[in-house]
């Protein structure tokens, strides 16, 4: 079982022989669930629709969208209905036999509505605002998932959670993969992305171990720092292995499977 | 007005804003100003990760 997936940022870029490797895998019994971002899609559709997306500055100094009513809203819009067709699509389109699912379906993906934040304000001065609708992923529930991959079928979920008031909240892509890896006792999690792999220093990280990540988190820089704990997060939920790979490379799955160009994280010793 | 942890003396600045946190800076405890009745009270902050999803 190995669970992948695919980063906004990478979903057009992806190499042309990436759907034919993940036929390729399927065919020799391997079952894939697929789990998807798409942040900067969210906001380009946004901005087109006249609605301005504010963005907040948290005091570890990372800028993230802030979701409110309306932006759940337009994130859903295109999380469940653009991106995530399009890849289902790419998928049929090969063969491939794949379901599209946000996580709100079948109670896929539950989390805890956030409900205050704490910001940097334009006076650099720390100031709680409303937590608007985003989430902490509090449970998974993969039978659904599981009933699927048995018939044969290729889930590829979205990733938007349901909150216990049954609101939809807006969660990290990175982070639901690794619990989704976790909820499916995954062998593997590969993050696809539009670098190599973890890069520090100048140079490409090619295996941590668990301890190796923790103690790195810190010294990453934000964006590959969410990735990073992802994989510890999926780890600690006892999946085998974390990847981090590039999409633009040939046969990328299969490739970040034989740990070609990538940074591999593992509970293993290195 | 007093930190509720350890009465040290916690200053609220004059431009302060609802929802703005302030330091103990005797324990380090954190608390958000509220408003009430005109006049600034404060509740423990709470502590949020900085994962606000994609």
């Known amino acids: 079982m190995i669970v992948i997936k695919i980063g906004g940022s990478i979903v057009d870029g992806l190499h042309e022989s990436t759907m034919q490797d993940i036929k390729a895998l399927i065919n020799n019994s391997e079952k894939i669930a697929i789990v998807h971002g798409g942040g900067k899609e969210v906001t380009r559709i946004a901005e087109r629709l006249g609605k301005e997306q504010r963005f907040i500055v948290s005091p570890g100094g990372i800028r993230s969208r802030y979701t409110d009513k309306e932006t759940v809203e337009i994130y859903t819009m295109v999380m469940s209905g653009k991106i995530n067709k399009e890849i289902v699509l790419m998928l049929r389109s090969n063969g491939i036999n794949a379901v599209g699912l946000s996580g709100i379906d079948a109670d896929i993906i539950r989390a805890e509505r956030k409900k205050r934040l704490v910001i940097i304000d334009e006076r650099g001065r720390r100031v709680a605002i409303d937590g608007g609708y985003t989430g902490k992923i509090s449970k998974i529930n993969a039978s659904l998932l599981f009933s699927l991959l048995e018939q044969g079928y290729t889930p590829v979920i979205s990733p938007i959670a349901l909150s216990d008031e049954y609101e939809m909240l807006n969660v990290d892509g990175d982070r639901a993969a690794a619990y989704i890896a976790g909820a499916l006792n995954a062998d593997a999690v590969i993050f696809i992305t539009n670098v190599d792999g973890l890069i520090m220093n100048d140079k490409l990280v090619t295996s941590l171990t668990y301890d190796d990540a923790k103690m790195l988190l810190p010294k990453i820089g934000f964006g590959m720092e969410k990735k990073v704990l992802a994989c510890t997060e999926a780890l600690s939920m006892n999946v085998k292995e974390a990847i981090i790979a590039s999409g633009d490379r040939k046969d990328p799955i299969s490739s970040a499977l034989r740990h070609e160009n990538c940074t591999v994280i593992s509970n293993g010793r290195r | ?54």
């Open chain 2, 1 to 54: 007005m007093n930190c509720p942890e350890c009465d040290g003396e916690i200053r609220v600045p004059d431009d302060a804003i609802e929802g703005e946190i302030v330091t103990c800076p005797d324990c380090g405890a954190s608390y958000e100003l509220v408003k009430s009745n005109d006049r600034f009270d404060i509740k423990p902050a709470q502590a949020v990760g900085e994962d606000w999803g994609e």
